[in-house]
């Protein structure tokens, strides 16, 4: 019964921004942890982004330490990520992802490129 919804991939410049968001159903989300993964061409899924269930907490892979947001409204059953400062290598599928319900979105294109 578990959805997540993903939205708000697509092409952007380097050094452009671009929000994504993950819309959740089928689950109590106020009381959840979210997360945020990638999967770039020919690589592993990798750990992006995580927030405890109220918001008040983040943790953040290095590679997007200080460009990268990830917010949630709990009135919406919603989890955001915002990109700044794109960098080509940030080019991958986006995840969203529930921990304890170990359930996936359907994941989003994001293509960083001039």
């Known amino acids: 019964q578990v959805q997540l919804v993903e939205s708000g991939g697509g092409l952007v410049q380097p050094g452009g921004s671009l929000r994504l968001s993950c819309a959740a159903s089928?689950?109590?989300?106020?009381?959840?942890?979210m997360s945020w993964y990638r999967q770039a061409p020919g690589k592993e899924r990798v750990f992006v982004a995580y927030i405890t269930n109220a918001g008040g907490n983040t943790n953040y892979a290095d590679s997007v330490k200080g460009r990268f947001t990830i917010s949630r409204d709990n009135g919406k059953n919603t989890v955001y990520l915002q990109m700044n400062s794109l960098k080509p290598e940030d080019t991958a599928v986006y995840y969203c992802?529930?921990?304890?319900?170990?359930?996936w979105g359907q994941g989003t294109q994001v293509t960083v490129s001039s």
């Open positions: 089928g689950f109590a989300f106020s009381s959840h942890p």
């Open positions: 992802y529930a921990p304890v319900r170990r359930s």
